[in-house]
C-alpha cells in the first residue's frame, strides 16, 4: 500500500510510522532524511538542493518533488511506502498524483494525526532526547527511571533547542497555514483519515490499523 502520513510536532507521527513500518513491511520515506542522504553523497540533486539551504532559502517545489521521485524508484518501493514530510504543497501533491499515475500506482490513504493544541504544547516541552543514543523520553507520560538519566545507555538527557514553547507555537502556526490546502485536496479526493494523536499510543495505533487494514484486506 501507499501511504501518506501528516501531522504537527507532538502528534506521534514518529512513533506511528515506525510502527506502521514494523506491521505493514513498507519503508519509511522521510524527506528529512532523503535530503540528509543526498547531501552526505554529494549527488547531483543534493547539490542543487543544497545551492539554497547555504543561502537560508527554501528548496523550490521542482527539486523536491525530484528528489522523491527518485527515492520512490528504488526497489524496496515496489510493493509500497509510507511517505513522511510530503508533500507540503498542492504542487507537490499534483507533482506525486502525475508521477505515481505514470507508474500504475496511487495514494491508498492519508493518515492525518491530530491533537488539541494544548495537548500537542505539552508533548513537545516535556520531550527530552538522549543524545547518544536517540531514545526518546516524556517527563510526565513516559520518564526515565532514574531522573535526568536515559534507560538504555545511562547518558544525560537533554532537551531539543526548538523544544520550547514559543518554538513550538511558531512552528505549529506555519504547520496549519501550509497543510491546510493538503487536508482540503486529499479529503475532496476521499483519502483522508483523520486520528486522534491525543489517544494512548496503543488506542491510536489501532485505528490506523483499521484503516489501513480496510485497503490491504489483513
Known amino acids: 500500500m501507499n501511504v501518506i502520513l501528516m501531522g504537527p510536532p507532538g502528534a506521534g507521527k514518529g512513533t506511528h510510522a515506525a510502527k506502521i513500518v514494523e506491521k505493514y513491511h513498507i519503508p519509511h520515506i522521510s524527506t528529512g532524511d532523503i535530503f540528509r542522504e543526498n547531501l552526505k553523497n554529494g549527488t547531483e540533486l543534493g547539490n542543487k538542493a543544497k545551492e539554497y539551504m547555504d543561502k537560508g532559502q527554501l528548496v523550490p517545489d521542482e527539486i523536491v518533488v525530484e528528489i522523491v521521485k ?22 507537490q501533491a499534483d507533482a ?21 493544541r494544548e495537548t ?26 532514574e531522573e535526568g538519566k ?10 531539543r533547542k526548538d523544544d520550547t514553547r514559543e518554538t513550538i507555537e511558531k ?23 483523520e486520528v486522534d494523536g491525543s489517544k494512548p499510543i496503543d488506542e491510536a495505533f489501532a485505528d490506523i490499523c483499521r484503516i489501513l487494514g480496510s485497503i490491504d484486506g489483513k
Open 171 to 193: 512552528r505549529l502556526d506555519v504547520y496549519q497555514e501550509q497543510t491546510r490546502p493538503l487536508i482540503d485536496y486529499y479529503s475532496k479526493k476521499g483519502l483522508l483519515h
Open 70 to 91: 527518485d527515492r520512490l524508484g528504488k526497489p524496496d518501493c515496489e510493493k509500497g511506502f509510507l511517505l513522511d514530510g510530503f508533500p507540503r504543497t498542492v504542487k
Open 150 to 159: 536515559c534507560d538504555v545507555c545511562g547518558a544525560n538527557l537533554v532537551q
Open 120 to 145: 500537542l504544547i505539552n508533548r513537545v516541552i516535556y520531550r527530552r532526547v538522549c543524545p547518544e543514543c536517540g531514545a526518546v523520553y516524556h517527563l510526565i507520560n513516559i520518564p526515565p527511571k
Open 96 to 116: 506525486l498524483e502525475d508521477f505515481l499515475k505514470n507508474a500504475g500506482k496511487k495514494i491508498d490513504a492519508v493518515i492525518n494525526m491530530v491533537a488539541d
